[in-house]
């Protein structure tokens, strides 16, 4: 196992596949029936691949596809319904059907806002293109469940996404998605990661080492992904372009923990394993909170972003603390590994004179990628209303009443209890019960096992059944335990029928009666925010929230399109200003690994303006705790230039209270970002690489 020291600390379950019966929705032609597994050579795309776009008339799938045919993607033409003729000198079709027959697509780009996105998604997949890439975020989760539950009855589509930046195979200039261009240059690194963010300042980081990147996979922020980091790491090993595998997990699910069943499987059985090096997010974050995406939390029995860093380390995998250093330790490991890494530079730098530094300059960064964050990041905030015990019987009340004999209980649950709940299970892609035989907070999460279920028809009687057999009640009473097979039954119906995330809560047995109880502190009600923000479902779930009861600086927040969660350490002195969740989280983790506290998340999002960057200032101020403030800014969609913008206002209109303020600002534009901090004559500190960035955070905030 490779240790690497550079300036900071460097170390170094395949799901199994489900039977569903088909639907009206399944669309596979052929009558030898594999599965959705075996659609994971679609994410080879490259100069032979063809690209439609649906939504193609609309002004962002517009912009993109202006700036992806000058990069050199294969684009074929698009969809829009009702229309047909010409866009941009492509054929413009109104149905997939007609498109699939005349222009032969290969893959196609959602650009379809998130009410609708859904069922374009369908559309692709009963026309059966080889890959569908959807950008929309906030996409409602029992949306992405129904097209899962589709995409596993057959065998021809590939889904990338929701709410991914997409796929780009930069040696073969193939961009389906919205990638930042001028990060990327064509070499041998292969990259897949959930954080669009972090994956940019990787990219970075590789182009200028000079390796570059032969194929990039968004697996995107969202609850459920539509390609997970086996599929990515499937698709790597068989690469011939690929020489090295870049992860970038963070907190929530257990992406990463299958990525490290599956790596350490992968070098068992292979004599000259391609080296790999990973970055988990969130190591710091908060329990129980939402980080910004929607998938960004960890559920009962799923490890946290510590767990799963040390799970990828005793897989062998190298790990890293910052995106920054993964150029350097991949040329180590690439010559660690007994591998030609002249050769490899040779090959990226030639091809890189379209690259980071260049690139650029030319008319292809127009305003496409600001559109796409406004279309892909609209409505950025909480992903889930999460109710309190108190305000949970309500919705609860009709469904529990189908339980004949099951009562609601104020009182805490005794230490015979069970816990019972109906989830995601994001490896599955799919709903599941999960139950534990204890609710000891200390125990639950060791013992509680998920039991999946198809989400178009709910768990069957052999699943409810398992997931009773493992709470152990098999000496309960009759009533009990006909009780818990009906509870579970109509959790998992108000489950569907009322869009939840996750429903669950403690059961105990009435000794005296032989009943079950349900205790009300120990309900736990979570529903997507989705459903209501994009669709405008669940209304009478979603009036029932009470901002007045939230921290008032994230609801005001919210209201300015960020994402602001407050740290609670009484010890931390760092207000954080970051563009990106991926990012935000990794800046708190490595601050901390550099002897600082953050006092608090904050993700202006990728339609951040000098406004929001105002906004961010007077958000952050209010903290009394806050020493120093860090704005840390990778320019992807993000112009470097604006946020430097943003900061010369906020100290024109904002008193700054005398708070200094240091800034990294790398990547889009980062040159003229870096000369407005320079010049601005406000005593700014202005930085390039993150570790003296963050160094010198710590020993302000320190002396203060």
């Known amino acids: 196992m490779a240790i690497i020291r550079a300036g900071q600390r460097v170390w170094t379950r395949v799901p199994r596949p489900q039977l569903y019966t088909r639907s009206r929705r399944d669309f596979s032609s052929s009558s030898v029936r594999s599965g959705y597994e075996d659609t994971v050579h679609n994410l080879r795309i490259g100069k032979h691949?063809?690209?439609?776009?649906?939504?193609?008339?609309?002004?962002?799938?517009?912009?993109?596809?202006?700036?992806?045919?000058?990069?050199?993607?294969?684009?074929?033409?698009?969809?829009?319904?009702?229309?047909?003729?010409?866009?941009?000198?492509?054929?413009?079709?109104?149905?997939?059907?007609?498109?699939?027959?005349?222009?032969?697509?290969?893959?196609?780009?959602?650009?379809?806002?998130?009410?609708?996105?859904?069922?374009?998604?369908?559309?692709?997949?009963?026309?059966?293109?080889?890959?569908?890439?959807?950008?929309?975020?906030?996409?409602?989760?029992?949306?992405i469940m129904r097209?899962?539950?589709?995409?596993?009855?057959?065998?021809?589509?590939?889904?990338?996404?929701?709410?991914?930046?997409?796929?780009?195979?930069?040696?073969?200039?193939?961009?389906?998605?919205f990638q930042p261009l001028p990060t990327f240059a064509p070499g041998h690194i292969g990259i897949a990661a959930k954080s669009g963010t972090l994956s940019y300042e990787t990219v970075a980081s590789i182009t200028r080492s000079g390796l570059g990147q032969s194929l990039c996979i968004g697996m995107g922020g969202d609850i459920i992904a539509g390609t997970n980091l086996v599929d990515a790491l499937k698709v790597f090993e068989a690469d011939p372009q690929t020489e090295g595998i870049v992860l970038v997990g963070e907190v929530g699910g257990r992406a990463e923990e299958d990525a490290a069943e599956w790596i350490k499987e992968y070098r068992r059985r292979v004599r000259d394993p391609k080296p790999i090096a990973a970055l988990v997010g969130g190591q710091f974050a908060p329990s129980g909170r939402i980080m910004g995406h929607a998938g960004a939390w960890a559920a009962k029995g799923e490890r946290s972003a510590m767990e799963k860093y040390s799970v990828l380390l005793e897989a062998g995998v190298t790990m890293v603390d910052h995106p920054e250093n993964f150029g350097g330790v991949m040329k180590t490991l690439l010559a660690q590994s007994g591998r030609d890494v002249k050769r490899i530079t040779k090959d990226g730098a030639a091809q890189q004179k379209r690259g980071y530094h260049t690139f650029r300059q030319q008319s292809i960064t127009s305003g496409g990628s600001s559109r796409v964050a406004q279309f892909q990041q609209k409505q950025q905030q909480e992903r889930k209303l999460h109710l309190r015990p108190d305000q949970a019987p309500e919705p609860l009340e009709p469904y529990l009443a189908q339980v004949k004999g099951l009562s609601l209980s104020p009182e805490e649950a005794p230490s015979d209890a069970f816990y019972v709940s109906v989830t995601v299970d994001r490896t599955e892609r799919a709903p599941a019960l999960a139950t534990a035989p204890t609710a000891n907070p200390s125990q639950v999460n060791q013992r509680v096992r998920k039991f999946p279920y198809d989400w178009r028809h709910g768990p069957s009687d052999s699943t409810i059944n398992q997931a009773i057999e493992h709470m152990h009640l098999g000496s309960a009473p009759p009533a009990a335990a006909k009780q818990i097979n009906s509870l579970l039954r109509s959790l998992a119906k108000m489950y569907k029928d009322k869009e939840a995330v996750t429903l669950s809560g403690t059961v105990s047995i009435d000794h005296k009666t032989g009943n079950l109880v349900l205790h009300q502190p120990s309900l736990i009600l979570q529903f997507d925010d989705g459903a209501f923000r994009s669709n405008k479902r669940?209304?009478?779930?979603?009036?029932?929230?009470?901002?007045?009861?939230?921290?008032?600086?994230?609801?005001?927040?919210?209201?300015?399109?960020?994402?602001?969660?407050?740290?609670?350490?009484?010890?931390?002195?760092?207000?954080?200003?970051?563009?990106?969740?991926?990012?935000?989280?990794?800046?708190?983790?490595?601050?901390?690994?550099?002897?600082?506290?953050?006092?608090?998340?904050?993700?202006?999002?990728?339609?951040?303006?000098?406004?929001?960057?105002?906004?961010?200032?007077?958000?952050?101020?209010?903290?009394?705790?806050?020493?120093?403030?860090?704005?840390?800014?990778?320019?992807?969609?993000?112009?470097?230039?604006?946020?430097?913008?943003?900061?010369?206002?906020?100290?024109?209109?904002?008193?700054?209270?005398?708070?200094?303020?240091?800034?990294?600002?790398?990547?889009?534009?980062?040159?003229?970002?870096?000369?407005?901090?320079?010049?601005?004559?406000?005593?700014?500190?202005?930085?390039?690489?993150?570790?003296?960035?963050?160094?010198?955070?710590?020993?302000?905030?320190?002396?203060r």
């Open 538 to 703: 669940q209304e009478d779930i979603h009036s029932l929230r009470q901002k007045e009861t939230e921290v008032a600086e994230e609801v005001e927040a919210e209201n300015d399109g960020i994402v602001y969660v407050r740290l609670d350490d009484p010890e931390a002195n760092i207000g954080t200003l970051v563009n990106g969740a991926g990012l935000a989280m990794n800046t708190v983790d490595a601050l901390r690994l550099h002897g600082g506290k953050a006092a608090n998340f904050l993700d202006t999002g990728g339609k951040a303006t000098s406004e929001t960057v105002k906004r961010s200032f007077e958000i952050i101020l209010r903290d009394p705790r806050v020493k120093v403030i860090f704005v840390n800014i990778f320019g992807g969609l993000t112009d470097g230039g604006m946020i430097a913008e943003g900061i010369l206002l906020a100290f024109k209109e904002v008193d700054m209270k005398g708070v200094p303020v240091l800034v990294r600002i790398r990547g889009t534009n980062e040159e003229k970002g870096q000369k407005i901090v320079a010049e601005s004559g406000l005593g700014l500190e202005a930085f390039d690489g993150f570790a003296e960035a963050a160094k010198r955070v710590v020993e302000v905030a320190n002396s």
């Open 147 to 177: 097209v899962t539950s589709i995409l596993k009855t057959q065998s021809k589509s590939r889904l990338v996404g929701a709410n991914a930046p997409g796929i780009i195979a930069p040696i073969g200039s193939c961009r389906i998605g």
């Open 49 to 143: 691949t063809r690209v439609i776009y649906q939504g193609f008339t609309g002004r962002v799938a517009t912009g993109n596809a202006k700036d992806s045919l000058a990069y050199g993607t294969n684009i074929v033409g698009g969809v829009t319904p009702g229309k047909e003729g010409e866009h941009l000198g492509l054929p413009l079709l109104p149905n997939l059907k007609r498109a699939k027959e005349l222009l032969k697509p290969d893959a196609t780009a959602v650009f379809v806002a998130a009410p609708q996105c859904a069922s374009a998604i369908e559309d692709a997949i009963e026309a059966e293109i080889p890959l569908i890439v959807a950008v929309a975020e906030h996409i409602p989760l029992h949306d």
